[in-house]
Structure formats: structure tokens, C-alpha cells
């Protein structure tokens, strides 16, 4: 149980993420789902993967089952994955010899083993599934997303189709480079909004990075295995963990918005969506990344995947080109 507590609560921080997406503006009445960057299709794979999806979304259900706590911790590593490098699966690479990988660096150190494991078993099942001799057609980014967003589902959250098409990364970030992308749970409104502005986010969804705390806290002891506004209930009753939390209800320029998170589930769950696609098309790779073979380690060679994809502006129907 206490696993299951101190690692499912992530997704009210996550929840955190959503919201900061409306800092510092007016709250609308209605939200949308942001425009498909240019290069990605919501039906991406129809042909070359038509039931990838299915895969995915059985795949985790079946895991959560086993294990709730892995909801939050594949949620909180498609967020990590984004805010540094954009969303590109460099997270997952493991360290070579130009130096460590983004997973060693102090912020990721309490992403969850598990997490990392579940895309690498996606990713096989979806190479099973849809590989030509050996060559992947999904990329490990895509399976990040689809499994956060149906880790989100299966946690009782809002489903939401996913913009597919991305490439992998051939290198990680640097250490530096990390910290700079996740600011630690000290950091106020104003330097989460000063990161934000950084990455082309009008404010952002914001993971808040573990670093240097108890990982068996929970963060909503009301139901921590469930994604719902409690988070903000919290804050609200000025039970915030972090400083980086509770500041959201302090700060007047959020403070409207977390007292109407906390009020109408439905207004989050529809701001959550529209922010965590829009963060999940941060700085994409199209045609210039890869889709790897092993999602922790780049593609040996040229570093470029044996396939291309290539898009044009309307890429409803993707053309799939073998290259050797």
C-alpha cells in the first residue's frame, strides 16, 4: 500500500502541470485541444500500425492493475521527457561515453524504474506487432505519450486523442541542461513562469521535480491512487507540500485559477487536456530524429532509423519509405 501511496500521489503534482498553463491570464470558460503541430496526425499509424493504440492502452491497463503506482510514474516521465529537449524520448536513453544520461541527473533520479521498463515492453509489443524485419514503425516518444495518456484514463482522469508522429532523439541532454528544464519544488510562480517562457508555453504544465524529497510522501493523502482535483482541494485548505505548490494559491495571478480547479473537476480535467497535448508537442522530432530499435539506446550507425517517415502539411495519411 504504502508503494502504492507514495508513488500514484504524483499525479496530483501532475495535475500541477495542467494548470499552469492559464498563469498569469484570465481563466476561460471553454477550453479546446490545441492545433496538431505541423508533422504529427491524430491518426498517424492507420496504416502502418492501425491497432498500436490498443496495444498500448491494454498494455497499461493490464500493468496499473498490478501495479497502480505505475499510472503516475509513466505520466511524470512523459513530462520529465518533454520539458527538456522537447518530447523525444531522450529521457529514456541510458548514458554513453560522452556522459550520463538524463536519467542520472538529480531531478530524474526519482523517476521510476518501472516506468522506464513499461516503454521498453510497449515498444517490443508494438515492434511484434507492426515491425518489417526487424525495423520499428512506432517510436519510442509515441509510446510515451499514448502510455501517459492512458495511464491518465485508467486513474479515473479524462482520455484525449494523441497527435502521433514524433521521432526519437539520437543524443540526451546534458546535465546542465536538465536541471535547467525542471525547477526544483522551491521555486515560486514567477521562476516556474520564467522556465515556461523558455519552451513556448504561455505558462506550462510543470512536473514537479522530486528532488530532495521523501518519495513516500503522498502529495493528496484524500486519494492518492486517484486522478481528480484534490490537488488543488489541498491547496485551497493551505496543505501544499512544495513551496513551488502552495504558492500557486498565494500568488493572485493563480490563485483564481487553483480556487476553480478546486470547485469544478470538470473545468481541470478539460484544461488538463488541452495543456498536456499541447506540452507533448513540444519541440518535436519529425524528419530529423529516429525511431529507435531499443528505446534506451540510439540506433547504431548513422544514428538515423532504418525507416522514413516522411509528412507533408496534411499528414492524415502517412507515406511509409524503407531506406537501407
Known amino acids: 500500500m504504502m508503494m502504492a501511496r507514495r508513488v500514484a500521489t504524483v499525479a496530483a503534482a501532475v495535475a500541477l502541470a495542467a494548470a499552469l498553463l492559464l498563469c498569469g491570464a484570465e481563466v476561460e470558460a471553454?477550453?479546446?485541444?490545441?492545433?496538431?503541430?505541423?508533422?504529427?496526425?491524430?491518426?498517424?499509424?492507420?496504416?502502418?500500425?492501425?491497432?498500436?493504440?490498443?496495444?498500448?492502452?491494454?498494455?497499461?491497463?493490464?500493468?496499473?492493475?498490478?501495479?497502480?503506482?505505475?499510472?503516475?510514474?509513466?505520466?511524470?516521465?512523459?513530462f520529465?521527457?518533454?520539458?527538456?529537449?522537447?518530447?523525444?524520448?531522450?529521457?529514456?536513453?541510458?548514458?554513453?561515453?560522452?556522459?550520463?544520461?538524463?536519467?542520472?541527473?538529480?531531478?530524474?533520479?526519482?523517476?521510476?524504474?518501472?516506468?522506464?521498463?513499461?516503454?521498453?515492453?510497449?515498444?517490443?509489443?508494438?515492434?511484434?506487432?507492426?515491425?518489417?524485419?526487424?525495423?520499428?514503425?512506432?517510436?519510442?516518444?509515441?509510446a510515451l505519450a499514448l502510455a501517459a495518456r492512458d495511464s491518465v484514463a485508467v486513474s479515473g482522469g479524462p482520455s484525449y486523442r494523441v497527435p502521433l508522429g514524433r521521432r526519437d532523439s539520437p543524443s540526451f541532454a546534458t546535465q546542465q541542461d536538465v536541471l535547467a528544464g525542471l525547477p526544483p519544488p522551491t521555486a515560486t510562480v514567477p521562476a516556474l513562469l520564467g522556465v515556461l517562457s523558455k519552451i513556448s508555453l504561455d505558462a506550462a504544465d510543470l512536473t514537479c521535480p522530486a528532488r530532495g524529497t521523501d518519495r513516500r510522501t503522498p502529495l493528496d493523502v484524500r486519494t492518492p491512487n486517484t486522478f481528480d482535483?484534490?490537488?488543488?482541494?489541498?491547496?485551497?485548505?493551505?496543505?501544499?507540500?512544495?513551496?513551488?505548490?502552495?504558492?500557486?494559491?498565494?500568488?493572485?495571478?493563480t490563485r483564481p485559477l487553483v480556487q476553480r480547479f478546486a470547485q469544478d473537476q470538470k473545468a481541470f480535467f478539460d484544461q488538463f487536456v488541452s495543456s498536456v497535448v499541447k506540452m507533448g508537442q513540444i519541440k518535436v522530432l519529425t524528419s530529423q530524429g529516429q525511431i529507435r530499435r531499443n528505446c534506451s539506446a540510439r540506433n547504431p550507425g548513422t544514428g538515423m532509423s532504418s525507416w522514413s517517415i516522411l509528412d507533408d502539411a496534411a499528414e492524415s495519411e502517412p507515406r511509409l519509405l524503407i531506406s537501407y
Do not use: M, W
Open 30 to 78: 471553454e477550453v479546446g485541444q490545441p492545433p496538431v503541430a505541423r508533422g504529427l496526425s491524430l491518426d498517424f499509424y492507420k496504416r502502418s500500425c492501425p491497432k498500436a493504440e490498443a496495444i498500448v492502452r491494454s498494455f497499461v491497463q493490464d500493468a496499473v492493475r498490478r501495479d497502480v503506482g505505475l499510472a503516475a510514474g509513466l505520466l511524470r516521465l512523459h
Open 80 to 142: 520529465h521527457d518533454c520539458f527538456v529537449q522537447g518530447c523525444d524520448a531522450s529521457v529514456l536513453l541510458d548514458g554513453s561515453a560522452t556522459g550520463p544520461g538524463e536519467k542520472q541527473a538529480p531531478p530524474n533520479l526519482t523517476l521510476r524504474p518501472a516506468a522506464f521498463k513499461a516503454i521498453n515492453d510497449i515498444h517490443d509489443r508494438l515492434n511484434k506487432e507492426c515491425g518489417k524485419a526487424g525495423r520499428p514503425v512506432v517510436s519510442c516518444a509515441d
Open 229 to 253: 482535483n484534490k490537488y488543488y482541494v489541498n491547496l485551497v485548505n493551505r496543505e501544499g507540500l512544495f513551496t513551488s505548490d502552495q504558492d500557486l494559491f498565494t500568488n493572485p495571478a
